[in-house]
């Protein structure tokens, strides 16, 4: 089975082609990426002698349809993923995330092979801070920012694509991820290696915003089940069930880390900041069997600070540009 990732420099993407390099050597992988400021191929080197890479771009017709001609399943990651930098600068949301995935989706209808197409439960919009209702797969897109905006976009794409053209394609709608090689303008690993270079860790608000965090490998392990067994033109919600919000992460990771649970600042918010995130998963359990592996959020994210602890060769390189970043911001 030949398999193209794309966006498998990037955070997810890079912890999938680990996945599948060990758990699914049937998998001949092929890395399509453009390694923007977001990607890196050293979130390859464990794996880079299986792997063939192409650096590249998903916008590129031309690369894009030789590459699927060569492929019998599409995995697509690639996506601008940082909501601050969407409210900095949309544009390059607006071509990868929606120029992009037509392009893909272009491919795989002429060349008819079969697509995987990862999304986010912030197409959805947000849930009240008091409410107890979740996301489900009917739930209508609201999206608040420019990053939403364009995976909505996408995901809509897709849905028009299995329609009106019979393209073979699943859909996921996953929450908040954490784990190894996520960069370090995200919100865990930030405040980590803030913790680790001296800096202290940013907090936006008062903290109340709640998102539902899931291991990266827990995401992971979902798309393959929906690769082996998910039915064709569905959509899937994935998340582990376990919600905190901002103020009690940043605790844990401090209590962690051995600080003073009270050693952060509180920086200003973000603009439409969305308030909670939950995505109701009984689909993908009860019909695919999927349940998280890391239900233990304390032990997931003792073992992610110690990552980042051992791999400073790995996000040392990005942190002076990513602060100084947010400095422009005030964040
Ligand atoms: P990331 O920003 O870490 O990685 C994105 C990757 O895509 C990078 O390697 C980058 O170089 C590549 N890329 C960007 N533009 C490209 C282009 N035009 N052509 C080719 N490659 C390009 O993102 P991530 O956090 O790994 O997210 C991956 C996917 O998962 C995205 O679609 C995102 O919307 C979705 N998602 C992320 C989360 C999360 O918590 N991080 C949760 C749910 C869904
Ligand atoms: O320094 C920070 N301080 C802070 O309080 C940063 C970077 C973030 N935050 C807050 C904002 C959010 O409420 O933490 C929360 C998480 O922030 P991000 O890591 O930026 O993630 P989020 O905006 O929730 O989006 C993430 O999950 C869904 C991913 O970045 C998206 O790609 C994915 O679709």
Known sequence: MRMLVTGGAGFIGANFVHHAVKNYPA????????????GSRDSLAPVAEGVRFVHGDICDAELVDRLVAEADVVVHFAAESHVDNSLHDPEPFIRTNIIGTYTILEAVRHHDRRLHHISTDEVFGDLALDAVDRFTEQTP?????????????????????VRSFGVVATLSNCANNYGPYQHVEKFVPRQITNVLVGERPKLYGAGENVREW??????????????????AGETYLIGSGDERNNKE?????????????????????????????SNDSTKIRTELGWEPRYGDFRAGLAATIDWYRHNEWWWKPQKDATEAKYKLLGR
């Open 27 to 38: 998998y001949e992988v092929c890395v399509l990426d453009a390694l923007t400021y977001a």
């Open 141 to 161: 897109y609201d999206p608040s920012s420019p990053y939403s905006a364009a995976k909505a976009s996408s995901d809509m794409l897709v849905r028009a694509w």
């Open 214 to 231: 899931t291991h990266v490998d827990d995401h992971n392990e979902a798309v393959h089940l929906i690769l082996a067994k998910g039915r």
């Open 249 to 277: 992460i940043l605790e844990l990771v401090l209590e962690l880390m051995g600080q003073p649970t009270n050693a952060f600042d509180h920086v200003s918010d973000r603009p439409g900041h969305d308030l909670r995130y």
